[in-house]
């Protein structure tokens, strides 16, 4: 849904019907993995992707009269099928994708908890008795849960939600009460992170080209810099956050996850090396600084007096980026967002 949340808050989703696509299964080659999502406004507008493209237009008319009639549909698209080659997957994919009203008190809430930052689940009944069809709980990594399915379902589904939030991947499941009978409910349960944070430390020429480069594959964009020429908005325009202040101030307005990635590019040890420490001893996946090897071999030596273990400082990707031959700026920030994708996944 963070993917989609900008362009849904600009349609209004109070006064603007919104149909919600989302891709609950996938075998072969199939574009998209689990999770992906499109949104169909009630006057015709489209966000997001399920497929890529191959399959867009059949999701569209689906959701078109998902909001019609506001019963959600399940879709099942595949090289088996007659309809494989008229929607573009006969190279062997197969997708199922989930297609719903979005339910503006639910859109609400999910648009508060990323707000906060925290991780949660989404369990969506896909599949089981009409009255119950598209029936979600939210669940936080807390324990608070948000909407009631009913039925004798709330307890199973939420203690699913949980379980699926503590490994941190999507899962589909059959469940059975007494309630449903011999009619199988499957459950969708999707889990919804933070947006991932990159931190700049410096604003130099790469850092403009690198946040812009991030921001554009769904990446928050911090800079810090205490040099107020270097850190400016006119320098940064599109940055979320700016902050001018020494690394060791900076860093305590920045809350570090396992979701963060942090660069040091300024060649200024009195810089480099304090952000550098931080970043190290904090649970950030990646940790990056420029420089060449000479370079990195005297910061490390730096690291390792100012007591640093070695194992910790093993951490820095240095020199930073992947070797694809990168000469400018631009090319640097290409190569720098690649190796932290790259360690990302």
Request: glycine share 10%; charged share 20%; hydrophobic share 45%.
């Amino acid at each position: 849904m963070r993917d989609v949340l900008g362009e849904v808050e600009k349609w209004g989703v109070d006064s603007t019907p919104v149909a919600v696509a989302t891709v609950v299964e996938t075998w072969g080659s199939a574009p998209r993995r689990v999770g992906a999502k499109m949104v169909v406004s009630a006057g015709g507008r489209i966000a997001g992707s399920v497929s890529g493209g191959c399959v867009e237009s059949a999701v569209a008319e689906t959701a078109a009269d998902v909001l019609l009639t506001r019963n959600p549909q399940l879709l099942h698209f595949g090289v088996a099928d007659e309809t494989a080659w008229d929607v573009g997957l006969a190279c062997g994919g197969t997708i199922d994708v989930f297609v719903e009203p979005l339910q503006p008190d639910y859109f609400s809430f999910m648009r508060d908890l990323l707000a906060e930052d925290e991780p949660f689940a989404i369990a969506t009944i896909i599949a089981g008795p009409s009255k119950i069809l598209g029936q979600k709980l939210i669940v936080q990594r807390g324990g608070r849960v948000f909407g009631k399915i009913g039925i004798s379902l709330d307890g199973l589904v939420a203690a699913s939600a949980r379980a699926a939030l503590s490994t941190g991947k999507p899962d589909r499941q059959s469940l059975i009460t007494q309630e449903t009978g011999e009619e199988p409910v499957e459950l969708f349960l999707e889990i919804v992170r933070p947006a991932p944070k990159l931190v700049v430390i410096g604003g130099v020429h790469i850092a403009v080209a690198l946040t812009s480069i991030a921001k554009t594959i769904g990446f928050h964009t911090i800079v810090i810099d205490p040099r107020r020429a270097f850190g400016s908005r006119e320098r940064f325009p599109g940055v979320e956050t700016l902050i001018q202040a020494w690394p060791d101030a900076a860093f305590d307005q920045i809350k570090i996850t396992n979701s963060t990635a942090v660069t040091s590019l300024t060649h200024d040890p009195k810089i480099d090396d304090p952000a550098l420490a931080i970043a190290l001893r904090s649970p950030a996946f990646y940790v990056g600084a420029l420089g060449s090897r000479k370079t990195h071999a005297a910061r490390r030596q730096r690291l390792l007096d100012a007591g640093l273990p070695e194992e910790t400082i093993d951490r820095i990707h240095a020199p930073i980026g992947l070797d694809i031959g990168a000469r400018t700026p631009e090319e640097i920030a290409i190569s720098i967002m690649a190796e932290i994708i790259a360690q990302q996944r």
